[in-house]
Each structure stands twice: as C-alpha cells, then as structure tokens.
C-alpha cells in the first residue's frame, strides 16, 4: 500500500500544476504602453475603455462599466437599481461576504435563503418564498463558476416584477444555454481579484443589456458625471469607483486568454466529474446539461466523511494538501459571520427595519452548512493542467480513500 503523504509517503503529485497568474508580454507590453503614454488614468485613457467594451461584447452584452473591484461593482449595480434604506435584497448564504455587504452598504436588508444541495447556488423556491412587500432585488451567485439555475430564477424574478442581478465574481466566460452569464438579468457583476479567473490583482465591471441601468451605473462610478457633459456637471449621487489604466491594460491582455483557459477548465472539469464519481464518497458539484460552458473558480466536490473512516472533512483537506492538491476553503455561511452574529449589521440600516427581529438569521440552512462543512474546492489553476494532471487529482483522492484508517 502507498503511504500517504501526510504520513511521509510520496506525494501523489509528480508534476507540477499551472501556477496563478498566468501572464506573457502581452501584460508587459500593455503595462509599457501605458507607462509611455501619460495616460495614466481612465478617463482620458483608452485601455479600460477599451476593455469594458471587449469584455462586454465577450459576454453578449451591450455594456460594459469596469469599477475597481468586484464588491464595488455589486454597490454600484445596487444603486443603479435604487435600492436603498427599508429595501430587502434575496441573497443565497452560501457566497462570499460581499454579496450581502453590498446590499447593506445600500442600507438595505439583504435577506438570506439556502441554496441547493447539489448546485450549492441559490433555490429558487426559497427565493420566491423570500419575497416580501420591501423585496427590491433578487442576487444570483454562480458559485464556483456553476450557473445557477437561470430558467427558475428569471421566471421567479419575471413573474414577481423584480430585477435579478447576477453576482457571477466566480464565473467569467461560464454559459447557461449557449448564452453567457451576467446577461440574463438587469445586469452582472465580475471580481478581477488575484484569486479570480482573470485578474489584475484588483478590479470589476458591471455588465449589461439595460440602457437606463447602464447609464445610472455608469455616472453613479463617476461621481454623478453624464457622458458628454462638463466634467463638472455632477447629475446624480455618485463616487468614484474608476477603474485605473494599469489594471485595464492588464484585464486586456487577461481577457485574450479567457476563452481558452474556460474551454480547458470547463473540459477537466467534466473529466473529473467521471472520474470522482467512481470514488465513494465523493460527489462532484452537480452539473446540468443547460449548463454550456462552466468557467470553474473552483472545482467543488461533496465529501461523505463516512465512506472515508469517518475522517474529518478538514483533515481529509490536510491529506489531500500533502499530495500536492492546491484547495481553498469554502464559504463559511453567512449568517453564521460576526457581523451579523453580533447585530452590527443594524448599524446599515434605518427605520423599522433596524429594530425588526430579522427572523431568517436564526433559520436552519441545511445545504449552506453542505456546503461549509462537507464540501472541498480544488483552485482553478489545478483546472488549467492536462489529462493526466486530472487523473493525479483522481488518483490522489482515491489514494487517501483506500488509506484513510491510517488518518484516524
Ligand atoms: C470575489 C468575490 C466578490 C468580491 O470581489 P472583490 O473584487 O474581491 O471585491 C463578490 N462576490 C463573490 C461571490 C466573490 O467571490
């Protein structure tokens, strides 16, 4: 029997995985011509102009406004929309602190539902069951890369007359039906931080098929300014969430590989899907045939502790480290976060709503706690390796497998 790394054995890991970022002279050239040009800011710059329109036209959008990180861009979209004091916003508790935060950031109440337990995005029965008087918005989180799913959530968000705002951080380039996501609601927003699938090392956009949407958005991440006014005309409330000219020349070079890197991560993503399936114990995120391309932030497996010995999902995360697979932790769930363990949430909000019970922070939210506790994401880059690179990360988890009593 091998022995398990943890244990002193031989890595089940040779061969060394794609490191992250990937970047050639295109970034230093992009970088250099920047440098050269003066222009070192967005607004009489070209790059970020430019990149807000090819990433836009990537994803079938029409606009494209890139802000300085994926957290900005979910504040921007949600003042676009108008959210704001005594509003509640449908968020999934399975998803990263922004999701929520943006929503209080707009002094609104972000109200949290459970996800699924095989997609681990948003139910959307639960969403629907969440709407209330004050629902403003309805927030997708495609987690992992996985699109959620879309049909169910723009008919919740169609037949209740609200708008869905896709919060797709994890999900460049993925696809739901041949279409891209971050279309198929008023509008979607995109992280570029240094763990995201394109990155320069800080920054977002905002995408939309929306003319007003895209218009609010775009003078609210300008201080109010319109285009084509003085740049001393401010119309509406706004700040300044520009992108800066680095970033856009990096995001340009980025964005060249996106297709590729998603066609390959998307690809091994449904090799490993084969091959984990006939690992006990281990199930893979589940995919959907409606889901056309899965840009995979992450790959996401379920593990059953009990088909293992009985050994700890963390422990089991330690094993699998020591065989040389890289890992991320899951999200911890959101209510379950100090912020609003501790009530300091309120201090965002106003009103009746800052003294109301906020009954759904002390709900169950079985398939959130799925997700946190028995869950195991592999990093994209591993995602970016070839065959046998995906056959190691099978091999790797098969082997702690056949070998876990030695873990207890
Ligand atoms: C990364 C991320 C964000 C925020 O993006 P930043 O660029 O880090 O501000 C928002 N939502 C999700 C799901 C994310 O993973």
Redesign the pocket.
Known sequence: MPKLAILGGAPAKSKPFPTWPIFDEREREALNEVLESGLWWRTPGTKTLAFERQFAAFHQARHGVAVT???HA?EVALAAMGVGPGDEVIVPNA??V??ASAVLFAGALPVLVDVSGDSFCIDPELAEAAISDNTKAIIA?HLGGRPADLDQLTAVAEKRGLPLLE?A??AHGSEWRGRKVGTFGIGGTF???AS?TMTAG?G?IIISNDDDFERLARSTHDCGRLPGEWFYDHFIYGSNYRLSEWQGAVLLAQLTRLDEQTARRHANGRLLDRALARIPGITPQSQDSRITRNGHYAYIFHYDSRAFAGVERDRFVEALEAEGLPTQAPYPPLNQLDVFTSGAYRERLSGAQAGATHDFLKDAFPNTERQARETVWITQNALLGDEEDMREIAAAIGKIGENACDLL
Request: proline share 0%.
């Open positions: 990180n994926g957290t979910l998803t990263f922004a999701t989180v919060d951080a994890h992280s570029f931080q995201k800080e977002g």
